[in-house]
């Protein structure tokens, strides 16, 4: 069911916007309507209590009221995105979905049953206590994706205390945990979600003059593309007052870039997981990579130079691999910290950094320097086996204008020595013509023929 409180929040919405697209803003009044006839509809077309379902669809006021009415029923959503397209049967399979409902491009909504699938016991769980379940998917930078699953009831916990919500564009999509934070967020606290059309730099831009979006959350490398675009000196953008990056490591070159370009907007860290949810942070400052966390029911510690945390609302478990967390219910997110005080410094995931040697190489920071190199549109940093040091340092570039290779690799070369020791200087240099990041704009470090 969907927790008292938030119907009541919906209810005092009334004819305020609560999720405009385009021209169409959808008022709280007509989303609680919609999700009223949205339960009707999964009662006449025989979908069961409790079920596994799968929502496939980008973001919309249909979406969002759909995922409000399967939450009502006690459903456990698997919302899947075009984003994960290619491996959809695989994500059905793991996850056990046992109905399937696309929302077309024409407004319609295709219900479908699956072949029965074997009920997880953590799914069994939460059927017994009549909750709610959610099924989100690790981007699987190692091996297959993990289906961490969540109870509807303690991740919408932490919403229900107020706090102040911003006309917020849902720049990450529903299958992530950054855009399920954004959505509860805005309608526990009678915000406005801005639907873009699209995700592109000037599309976005575009938007947020429409709409006067306050606040937009994003990543790293579409800030990164913002900046190269010009698109922010093509619209007017002045009704920004924050600007969130989260999802990989931000490249300090590209945080001092955006603090200058908009001096008036305050640019802020976040920090969350698929399997613990999104922690409540503040930056140290608009043009700081050090970011306090903190939040209800989380607690923090670092052990051999990596974060652990430890949540209320952190998932049940995974669908398809043993539990992650230790016997004291401490998760270890396998990313290498720096402390100061009450503030972290997030160096990169364990996993991606770099040993040459046995120096440690952290990608981000050799991007930070490349990114500022002349002619260098974009860059991805990425170790590779070597026999003698274990591993090298490579580099893969984007270029604004085509350049001799040779050109490019000596002057790369000879601006990352007069700043970096030379274990962190590229061994490998490359220039490649197609984007190295996926469709959620998350740099891609495990090469291009592998799916973000």
Not at 406 to 423: G, L, T
Request: include cysteine.
């Amino acid at each position: 069911m969907i927790p008292e409180w938030l119907v009541e929040r919906l209810r005092e919405g009334g004819e305020a916007p609560a999720i405009v697209r385009g021209d169409h803003a959808f008022s709280y009044s007509a989303l609680s309507a919609r999700v009223r006839e949205l339960v009707d509809e999964l009662e006449d077309r025989g979908v069961p209590r409790g079920a596994v379902i799968s929502l496939e669809g980008d973001y919309s006021p249909d979406a969002c009221a759909l995922l409000l009415a399967l939450v009502d029923r006690g459903a456990v959503v698997v919302p899947l995105t075009d984003a994960s397209a290619g491996r959809r049967d695989r994500f059905l399979e793991i996850a056990g979905v046992e109905w399937t409902i696309r929302l077309l491009p024409s407004g319609g909504r295709e219900y479908g049953p699956r072949e029965e699938s074997t009920v997880h016991p953590l799914v069994e769980r939460l059927r017994a206590a009549r909750d709610a379940g959610l099924v989100l998917f690790t981007s699987g930078s190692t091996g297959e994706p993990k289906a961490a699953l969540h109870s509807f009831a303690l991740l919408l916990k932490k919403f229900e205390t107020r706090r102040p919500a911003l006309r917020t564009m849902t720049f990450l999509l529903l299958d992530h945990i950054g855009g399920i934070n954004t959505l509860f967020h805005i309608l526990s606290n009678g915000g406005s979600v801005i639907v873009p059309e699209g995700r592109s730099p000037d599309v976005v831009c575009a938007a947020i003059e429409r709409h006067g979006v306050q606040l937009l959350p994003t990543t790293p490398t579409f800030l990164n593309l913002l900046l190269l675009s010009e698109a922010l000196a093509r619209h007017d953008v002045r009704s920004l007052r924050q600007i969130t990056y989260g999802t990989e490591p931000m490249p300090d070159s590209t945080l001092q870039a955006l603090h200058h370009a908009l001096p008036g907007v305050r640019l802020s860290q976040t920090y969350g997981l698929s399997e613990l949810g999104i922690l409540r942070a503040r930056s140290k400052s608009s043009d700081s990579l050090w970011v306090r966390l903190d939040g209800e029911g989380v607690e923090l510690r670092v052990q051999d130079g990596t974060l652990r945390i430890r949540s209320a609302s952190a998932m049940l478990g995974y669908l398809n691999a043993p539990s992650p967390f230790d016997a004291d219910g401490w998760f270890n997110t396998e990313d290498e910290v720096e402390t100061d005080g009450e503030f972290f410094r997030l160096r990169g995931r364990r996993s991606e950094i770099i040993n040459v040697g046995g120096q440690k190489v952290y990608p981000t920071e050799v991007e930070s320097v490349l990114l500022q190199i002349e002619n260098v549109r974009d860059a991805v940093v990425r170790g590779e086996k070597n026999p003698l040091t274990g591993q090298i340092v490579a580099a893969s570039l984007n270029l604004h204008r085509p350049e001799p290779l040779d050109s490019v690799r000596r002057r790369v070369r000879e601006a990352c020595r007069a700043v970096m020791p030379a274990f962190q200087v590229p061994a490998r240099i490359e220039v490649v013509e197609d984007a190295q990041y996926g469709s959620r704009f998350k740099r891609n470090r495990r090469g291009a023929s592998e799916p973000v």
